[in-house]
T-cell receptor, first 111, second 112 residues
């Protein structure tokens, strides 16, 4: 089993739709969780950190479910500019600087 | 503006040549990282450094070397020993363990 797993997609959604992605992780000791956005042939850009209580930033909401070992990202009112690959990143704080990256979920928002 | 810069954006080399990729940050971050991204794969850690004059191997360090003589700079050398060097190389930094990482724009290396 991969340490971090994501559905590769693509998720094709119309403008204005709500879309959600999940990401599962295998190490129950994982401490930090992040969502990044990566446009084609560009660097990953931090979208948001994921906190235990869940957090929201505008149209984006992130949730953490430790019992089932997954994090989620919800995008409301999708825009064409949201089209990108969304990377799930997990960090294990057991004395390492190791961040585990998922392979990403591709989102296409259609006009 | 604070950030991470990488140069060059594109680099072409012949097989058998060593090449050095530059990474500079002015975020005052202690930790710096080098990753490699190949199509359809997640980012893989090559080397990381927690502090000046100290660095650790990541998952795929063979054929690569680094130095950390200054807090701001973490250059990566791709040696001729690296069997498949063609890839997208990303440098990142973070304040410390488990905190958000910030990435430079990357260097796309092609070796023929």
């Amino acid at each position: 089993r991969k340490e971090v797993e994501q559905d590769p997609g693509p998720f094709n959604v119309p403008e204005g739709a709500t879309v959600a992605f999940n990401c599962t992780y295998s190490n129950s000791a994982s401490q930090s969780f992040f969502w990044y956005r990566q446009d084609c042939r560009k660097e990953p850009k931090l979208l948001m950190s994921v906190y235990s209580s869940g957090n929201e930033d505008g149209r984006f909401t992130a949730q953490l479910n430790r019992a089932s070992q997954y994090i989620s990202l919800l995008i409301r009112d999708s825009k064409l500019s949201d089209s990108a690959t969304y990377l799930c990143v997990v960090n294990n704080r057991e004395g390492t600087y190791k961040y585990i990256f998922g392979t990403g979920t591709r989102l296409k928002v259609l006009a | 503006d604070g950030g991470i810069t990488q140069s060059p954006k594109y680099l072409f080399r012949k097989e058998g040549q060593n090449v050095t990729l530059s990474c500079e940050q002015n975020l005052n971050h202690d930790a710096m990282y080098w990753y490699r991204q190949d199509p359809g794969q997640g980012l893989r850690l090559i080397y990381y450094s927690q502090i000046v004059n100290d660095f650790q191997k990541g998952d795929i360090a063979e054929g690569y070397s680094v130095s950390r003589e200054k807090k701001e700079s973490f250059p990566l050398t791709v040696t001729s020993a690296q069997k498949n060097p063609t890839a997208f190389y990303l440098c990142a930094s973070s304040i410390g363990t488990g905190t958000e990482q910030y990435f430079g724009p990357g260097t796309r290396l092609t070796v023929t």
